[in-house]
């Protein structure tokens, strides 16, 4: 079974500063991938990064990294520079093995205080 | 790219009451997804589709809700006499081939169900 943990319900930082918003995973299986989902209050999912299991690197894309650590089943989100617009309830999924449906964690809630 | 789209955006309905929403995916997707969300949480599994077999469909899923997706294009999902607990945001989702870096999925921006 898949299993995908937010823990921080909501988080507060500062315009311009970084942040990292937690996921941890379990599954068994050796092969899987990890997204993550930003929902501003309009209520659309915007898909943000993508970390395989069987990557080398952790996955960046502009501002947004991934913070990898297979040994300690976490992918961590790390936002850099922070924007207001940033304000957005973010999402970790995972997808692994033979399983066609990403699973979602509870989100966390971002505020970026100006 | 027109996206994923959904109608209605928003149902309000008394409780009993059938509803029926519809998705459009991409049109070269043939993996369609419905999603569950309520307040505070992410997004729940449903059912999913390939083409127009339904493959999936989650043991959460009560025998009042359908869903269809005939020619394997637009999909519906009907909720027969609606509940309280019905209430939630309903997200549709679609994909061109298992979601990974390359292909993740691309949501809607859902249909707000309301029972009164």
């Known amino acids: 079974a898949q299993k995908i943990t937010q823990t921080q319900p909501g988080m507060f930082v500062q315009e311009k500063e970084a942040v990292t918003l937690d996921c941890t995973y379990d599954?068994?299986?050796?092969?899987?991938?990890l997204f993550w989902y930003k929902q501003p209050s309009s209520g659309e999912m915007i898909f943000l990064i993508y970390?395989?299991?069987?990557?080398?690197q952790n996955a960046t894309e502009g501002r947004y990294s991934l913070n990898f650590q297979k040994a300690r089943k976490s992918a961590n989100l790390v936002i850099s520079a922070s924007q207001l617009g940033d304000s957005a309830m973010y999402f970790c999924?995972?997808?692994?093995?033979?399983?066609?449906?990403?699973?979602f964690g509870r989100g966390t809630s971002l505020i970026v205080h100006p | 790219d027109t996206g994923v789209s959904q109608d209605p955006r928003h149902k309000i309905t008394k409780r009993g009451q059938n509803v029926t929403f519809r998705c459009d995916p991409i049109?070269?997707?043939?993996?369609l997804y419905w999603y569950r969300q309520t307040l505070g949480q992410g997004p729940e599994f449903l059912t999913y589709?390939?083409?127009?077999?339904?493959?999936?469909k989650s043991r959460l899923l009560s025998d009042r809700f359908s869903a269809e997706r005939p020619k394997g294009s637009f999909s519906t999902l009907e909720i027969q006499r609606t509940e309280q607990g019905d209430s939630a945001m309903y997200l549709c989702?679609?994909?061109?081939?298992?979601?990974?870096?390359?292909?993740?999925?691309?949501f809607g921006d859902g249909t707000r169900l309301s029972i009164l």
């Open positions: 989702a679609s994909s061109l081939a298992s979601p990974d870096r390359n292909q993740p999925q691309h």
């Open positions: 599954t068994s299986d050796p092969s899987y991938g």
């Open positions: 970390q395989g299991s069987y990557d080398q």
């Open positions: 999924a995972m997808r692994a093995g033979g399983s066609y449906i990403p699973t």
């Open positions: 049109s070269e997707h043939n993996r």
């Open positions: 589709f390939q083409n127009e077999a339904q493959l999936e």
